[in-house]
């Protein structure tokens, strides 16, 4: 699918339409987020209110956003509320459209280097009760990516890890090196692979998608998909962002994530592995400044020693 080109005058013509059609008031500005990568996102900014709408050239996209939306919030989550979605057909290419109420606050990384630790004890706190009242959601079986109500795409966790890897596997020599070092490192953890069971978790609440006003959590978002398998992969990514996007090692945050889940030191290991998967990644796609990559570099050769 193309992609949507937030800075065309008549796509942002088009949304800024939409928003008058769905709030009754046109936008008085359509500030593109460029944080998001699936999806072409907006802050719609009225006169006394805001709103999210995210676009998206594949009309299928949001297709079961609404419904997971409707699970997670059932269960107590603080997720937005949809106010709108289907898509735009006429008037140019067309696209698929979500207009959701705007929850106040920054992605956490933006505020998690001022936080104090209390407020970090705090937030890792609420995003592990999240993961508790995921793992509610029942599983259809299988293992990976998939929207609620339907059967995760492989028949086991290891085999989403393999899928991860063989991405990695077609950079740089160096990386490809790194790939395979990881590869024989995940078995030697066979026995826990093969038996990590088909839980829901969300994987996308990391450095991004938790939002945050004053170290306060005011919701969660980004709700397309959820996955299904080991919910430490979760933690083990958040380790990762906060390594390539803030430079800090070691974070205080990320052991709280580790403390409020109650894992113990084969835990915490595994976290390290899943985080130095994501870093082979993150490394393939230039993530990161020079101080970032070394950081990554060592996440890598922590797992692999």
């Known amino acids: 699918m193309a992609t949507l080109d937030a800075g065309d005058a008549g796509f942002r013509r088009r949304v800024a339409s939409l928003v008058e059609w769905i709030c009754g008031e046109r936008p008085e500005q359509l500030r593109h987020m460029w944080f998001g990568m699936a999806s072409t996102t907006f802050d719609a900014i009225l006169s006394e209110r805001s709103f999210i709408v995210r676009c998206n050239s594949n009309l299928g996209a949001f297709d079961a956003t609404r419904a997971n939306l409707e699970v997670l919030g059932g269960l107590g989550l603080p997720v937005p509320r949809i106010l709108a979605a289907g898509a735009i057909t006429d008037a140019g290419p067309p696209f698929a459209y979500m207009v959701l109420e705007k929850i106040p606050g920054r992605d956490l990384r933006f505020e998690l280097a001022s936080m104090t630790p209390a407020q970090q004890s705090e937030m890792a706190e609420c995003v592990v009760a999240a993961q508790n009242l995921a793992e509610r959601v029942p599983s259809m079986g299988g293992y990976g990516f998939t929207a609620i109500g339907l059967r ?153 020693r």
Do not use: H, M
């Not at 899928?163 to 790939?179: E, K, N, P, Q, S």
């Not at 826990?192 to 306060?216: H, M, P, Q, W």
């Not at 390290?272 to 393939?284: E, I, K, N, S, T």
């Open 152 to 304: 995760g795409p492989l028949d086991s966790w290891r085999a989403v890890l393999d899928r991860d890897l063989a991405r990695f596997l077609t950079a740089d020599g160096w990386l490809v090196d790194r790939g395979r070092a990881l590869s024989r490192r995940l078995d030697t953890e066979e026995a826990y692979l093969a038996a990590v069971s088909s839980l829901c978790f969300l994987d996308d609440l990391t450095t991004k998608n938790v939002i945050v006003d004053r170290g306060e959590l005011q919701g969660f978002v980004d709700f397309d998909c959820v996955c299904f398998g080991d919910r430490l992969y979760q933690i083990g990514l958040t380790l990762t962002a906060i390594t390539a996007d803030l430079g800090i090692r070691d974070p205080f945050y990320v052991d709280e994530l580790c403390r409020f889940t109650g894992l113990g030191s084969s835990g915490r290991e595994l976290v390290g592995l899943y985080a130095a998967l994501f870093a082979v990644d993150f490394l393939a796609r230039g993530a990161g400044g020079s101080r970032g990559r070394d950081d990554l570099a060592d996440l890598i050769a922590r797992a692999v």
